[in-house]
């Protein structure tokens, strides 16, 4: 599942999930019918509007053995929100058909380390880099410390800590519309905790987050960029930039 930010402004990201785990022997095919996960009508209340959303989910990703995706955000919303709209529908068929997709998503990172049980994953990125746990990753699913243990597998790579990590980039969807100055002075802290680590490129797991922060960094002219988890893990000796 690509996911609607990616499909629209990172294709990039999208494209490196699927030669990585091609690379990884995994059999990957990307559904057509697939849209949005839904997050966003549910996150601002529009539970009734959801509804079809979900359904195109659950048909779109039914009878695959798992369905990964980069962003913690919208594999929080697959199986943590999508039972809440299927019980408010009222539709039993909905109901079971999210009980038996919604368990089966797996962030990246999770599908990487739990399932295929790898850390290293053959990646190589000469580069300082710092990582920000994104909070539903964080929060939602849990990931805990997989994303990092992936990083300090890569050949190269110098992972450095990042200070208050675990705070809010402060984008959070649409909170980042409805309360904007509260969410650029967020993410200025986490823009200048990012400059404090000397690091050349700051990763997460949701394009979202990098989005708003990777804003801020560009703004202030700090040089660092930012990068999708991904697209380090899919990097390769020879093609890491």
Excluded: W
Aim: with cysteine; net charge negative.
């Amino acid at each position: 599942m690509v996911t609607c930010v990616n499909d629209a402004m990172f294709p990039d990201t999208g494209r490196a999930v699927v030669s990585l785990l091609r690379r990884l022997g995994v059999d990957v095919e990307f559904p057509e019918a697939q849209t949005c996960c839904a997050q966003p009508m549910v996150n601002t209340g529009y539970l009734g509007e959801a509804v079809p959303v979900v359904r195109t989910f659950v048909d779109a990703f039914a009878g695959y053995d798992a369905v990964v995706t980069p962003s913690g955000s919208c594999a929080g919303s697959a199986r943590h929100q999508h039972g809440l709209v299927a019980r408010r529908s009222g539709d039993p068929g909905l109901v079971a058909a999210v009980e038996r997709t919604g368990p089966r998503v797996f962030e990246l990172s999770e599908f990487l380390v739990d399932v295929l049980g790898v850390e290293d994953v053959g990646a190589y990125f000469p580069h300082t880099v710092t990582y920000h746990p994104t909070c539903h990753s964080l929060r939602m699913l849990g990931v805990g410390d997989r994303p990092v243990r992936l990083l300090r597998a890569v050949r190269g790579l110098r992972l450095v800590d990042l200070p208050g990590a675990e705070e809010c980039c402060g984008f959070g969807g649409t909170f980042a519309m409805k309360n904007a100055d509260v969410s650029v002075a967020m993410g200025g802290d986490k823009a200048r905790q990012v400059r404090g680590t000397g690091a050349e490129v700051l990763v997460a797991g949701d394009n979202s987050c990098l989005t708003h922060v990777g804003g801020l960094l560009s703004r202030q002219q700090s040089g660092v960029r930012v990068m999708h988890l991904a697209e380090i893990l899919a990097a390769t000796e020879g093609a890491a930039s």
